[in-house]
């Protein structure tokens, strides 16, 4: 793969990181910046009309991202004074945002958007630890939201059994049940196009080293099905401090295990057109980057490609870490409707652009 980046986009990618990086697949693609003017940008979910609602950490704000044929694209605030409003996700025409400890509903946001629409309450009853507190949202085939709520502690054990799990909600009452346990902090969720299954992200424990226990991507074939934590890492690492009398054959095993500590967050199975083929069905991982390793992994967007007996995993788009200095931090992926591949970056506030550009 050849990534083809415009002068103006230079100063905010490495090109040399580029060339030794980009080897998957053998495509030309060409990345540019759709707006930096997107604070902590987090989740991405996209109209029908093209318009690119995100969320944020930090700026407690969700955004706008309006396109603008021929110009840059426009920033409207749509909310602000919100916790850590990260997860965004559309139904019907209704904009839901998932904050610290609540979900917040915006009816017919595209007629609203640029009037600071008063939420409607879906629940506020979410646990309100800020330890992984920030939020993922996503609709099911079946209508109901999916919304993961992480520990609230590196390692630990919590009598709430909504910790460390991703729950499903009824999208008009909040009620909710736990789809998935064992989830240490997802924030990542696609559902595959065929079987109609969830995947998620799940970041591991901190302090067991610069290579344990891996990142994971998880599937769910079958619904409260525990993945692990906090007694069983990757297939079969126990955990040091909550492993002892825990078999790891009574937990789901990832479908891929990726580099501790990078950060494994946004996911999206390709399912456009603007790419050849052969990227139909691949799922791209936004690598978010570590903290405390002793040299840096992730600030990158990788791939796993399903075209043989196992699922193959490698880097799609490695531009962004060169000498220890990271110039993004990927959060979130999105296929947009034009079949390009959107990227959320809460480093600098910029939305990247992915787009399939052939030879000649």
């Keep these: 793969m050849n990534i083809v980046i415009p002068r103006w986009v230079a100063a905010i990618v490495s090109l040399a990181a580029t060339v030794v990086a980009l080897a998957e697949g053998g495509d030309d693609f060409k990345l540019e910046v759709v707006t930096d003017d997107v604070p902590s940008a987090r989740q991405m979910a996209q109209t ?76 506020d009853e979410l646990p309100d630890e800020t330890h992984h507190g920030w939020k993922y949202l996503s609709v099911g085939p079946d209508g109901y939201l999916y919304v993961p709520v992480g520990a609230p502690c590196n390692i630990c054990e919590s009598a709430d059994a909504r910790f460390a799990s991703i729950l ?63 007694y069983i890492h990757g297939d079969d690492i126990a955990d040091p401090e ?21 950060a494994a967050l946004g996911i999206a199975f390709y399912t456009g057109d603007q790419f050849p083929t052969e990227w139909r069905g691949a799922l791209f991982i936004a690598e978010h980057g570590s903290w405390n390793r002793s040299s840096k992994v992730g600030y990158r967007v990788s791939v796993v490609r399903f075209d043989g007996a196992t699922p193959r995993y490698a880097p799609f788009l490695d531009v962004w870490l060169e000498d220890e200095k990271a110039t993004a931090r990927p959060n979130d992926v999105l296929v947009a409707r034009d079949g390009t591949l959107l990227i959320s970056d809460d480093l600098g506030g910029r939305i990247f652009r992915v787009t399939h550009q052939p030879d000649g």
Excluded: C
């Design 48 to 123: 029908a009309s093209g318009i690119l609602f995100v969320g944020s950490f930090r700026a407690g704000r969700v955004y706008a991202v309006v396109p603008a044929p021929g110009a840059e694209a426009e920033v409207v605030t749509v909310a602000a004074g919100l916790t850590l409003p990260s997860g965004v996700a559309l139904k019907g025409g209704d904009l839901y945002v998932a904050a610290l400890d609540r979900v917040l509903r915006y009816p017919n946001i595209e007629a609203t958007y640029r009037d600071r629409p008063k939420p409607q309450i879906v629940t």
């Design 168 to 230: 499903r909600m009824h999208p008009d009452t909040g009620e909710t049940t736990v789809y998935a346990a064992g989830v240490r902090n997802s924030v990542g969720m696609a559902w595959h196009p065929e079987t109609g299954e969830l995947w998620f992200s799940d970041n591991g424990r901190d302090w067991l080293g610069d290579d344990l226990p891996p990142e994971e991507i998880n599937r769910v074939q079958k619904p409260g099905a525990h993945y692990g934590y906090p």
């Design 242 to 262: 909550f492993g002892a009398g825990h078999d790891p054959a009574d937990y789901v095993v990832p479908e891929v295990a990726i580099q501790a500590h990078s």
